[in-house]
């Protein structure tokens, strides 16, 4: 195999992780960063002492390939186990929603309700032909299936509050991976769903992983924004960014399809139809204000909120996760919803978009007292969530661009699962693979 130089656009978990197996065979890699630091959606910053993640993360015990990434960097004894709990908001009351005793006590359903939802999830715990929900709804599905009361109460406000406008789109296949995922994070035995979380947060990995790279010569440059991809005289590729022009031999993509469209010769009359099917992946973005605390609010690592009327969709409890020692002694929060581009969460100013999201969060807990808050931090990330309606797998894009010697590896070419870090790093060492097999 010739050496090649090899440039990688974005410095996430699927970029490095390409650029960590295209070293074993002797590459040179370059990789391309347009924000100030590496590991995109899984990034942290410091808050109360600690890293902590612009959006929550956590693994599972299926997350296979970035387990298999730990081990790698040497970073097992970092990664903490813990017992998940979760908890619903519905009609005003704060319910557990943890167990199968949960479900039976769980007063909103009636009992033929609560008997059909728990049937119809256990099947899809355990039924492993994905691809016969690929091309129904999940909210047909799911009305079919858990009846008109269970689909209204638990699934409907889910999908609306995940998706907004896309949520009679979404395939059935999206939310079968969430349930058999999340159903198979258990040790044998054992009823309570166990969640990772590093000490020191995800970017204890993130660091190694970029140490590593930059030993063995691996050259990353920040804050460079890439402007244009393009073909080249002798079949190189040049990327150029708002500081210079590089020059490659082969090039892989980690960005967004929308971001990777923009990148494209836009006088280039071949490329219409792809940067077509590239547009057709729709996105949402998120808004999520983050906040520490004297209080602890909940007896619950996450609170699904089934409320329309609630500005955010889900209530992170950190620290019932990670350990309260980590931050201060303080109790961490993550308020967060998904919003569309146009969303006026996305311009509102963040004092208003913090008092929002602060006044519903008392209704929830009447006692809440937002001059106990220490400190917060709004995040909008423009680029979290993908649509995945029942005609995706037409619509995903291929690894393989039509660009000579291009490629694109991003999380809308994870399916059925949702994006996630684990599968982030699985399509880095997959486009690792097939850039192998064609050199």
């Known amino acids: 195999m010739n050496k090649k130089h090899i440039g990688i656009i974005g410095g996430g978990l699927t970029g490095m992780t390409a ?29 109360e002492g600690a890293s902590l993640e612009h959006a929550y993360h956590h693994a599972f015990k299926t997350d296979y390939d970035i387990l298999d990434l730990i081990q790698e960097l040497e970073l097992k004894d970092q990664l ?53 929900f690929e091309h129904v709804t999940a909210a047909e599905w799911m009305r079919k299936h858990c009846g008109k009361q269970a689909y209204e109460v638990i699934w409907k406000p889910l999908l609306h509050g995940k998706f907004h406008q896309y949520a009679d789109q979404v395939s059935m296949a999206w939310l079968w991976a969430r349930i058999h995922i999340r159903a198979n994070s258990k040790e044998k035995g054992d009823s309570r ?26 050259q990353i440059h920040l804050n460079e924004k890439v402007r244009g991809v393009r073909t080249a005289e002798q079949g190189t590729v040049q990327v150029e960014t708002e500081q ?57 690592y996450w609170v699904n909120v089934n409320d329309s009327a609630s500005p955010f969709l889900a209530f992170i409890q950190h620290t019932n996760l990670a350990p309260t020692s980590w931050y201060n ?7 967060a919803t998904y919003v569309p581009h146009g969303h006026r969460f996305f311009t509102t100013d963040e004092a208003a978009l913090k008092e929002e999201f602060f006044t519903y969060l008392k209704k929830i807990f009447p006692q809440f007292s937002p ?7 709004v995040m909008r990330l423009r680029y979290a969530q993908h649509i995945v309606d029942t005609n995706y797998a037409e619509k995903m894009p291929a690894h393989v661009t039509p660009i000579p010697h291009v490629y694109l590896a991003n999380f809308s070419q994870i399916f059925p699962e949702d994006r996630g870090m ?8 997959k486009q690792a693979q097939l850039l192998r097999e064609r050199l």
């Open 193 to 218: 769903e166990k969640l990772g979380y590093m000490t020191g947060g995800f970017h204890t990995l993130i660091h190694a992983l970029e140490e590593r790279l930059r030993k063995e010569g691996v």
């Open 371 to 377: 001059e106990q808050i220490h400190n917060t931090q």
């Open 19 to 47: 650029a960590l197996e295209l070293l074993k065979d002797g590459h040179d890699i370059t990789i391309i960063e347009g924000g100030s630091q590496t590991g995109g959606l899984a990034a942290g910053f410091t808050f």
């Open 80 to 132: 903490n186990w813990f017992d998940s709990s979760m908890g619903v908001y519905y009609n005003g009351q704060l319910y557990p929603f943890r167990t199968p005793i949960d479900l039976l006590k769980f007063p909103p359903l009636r009992f033929w309700s609560k008997f059909r939802l728990g049937l119809t999830v256990l099947y899809l715990q355990h039924t492993k032909n994905w691809k016969r």
């Open 244 to 300: 210079k022009t590089y020059t490659f031999d082969e090039v892989i993509s980690t960005v967004s399809t929308h971001l990777f469209s923009q990148m494209l010769d836009s006088k280039d009359t071949t490329l219409a139809n792809y940067k077509k099917q590239l547009a057709s992946v729709q996105y949402l973005g998120a808004a999520l204000v983050i906040f520490s605390s004297e209080q602890s609010l909940s007896p619950y």
């Open 329 to 335: 002694n303080r109790q961490v929060y993550y308020l």
């Open 422 to 429: 684990s599968y982030a790093i699985r399509e880095g060492r």
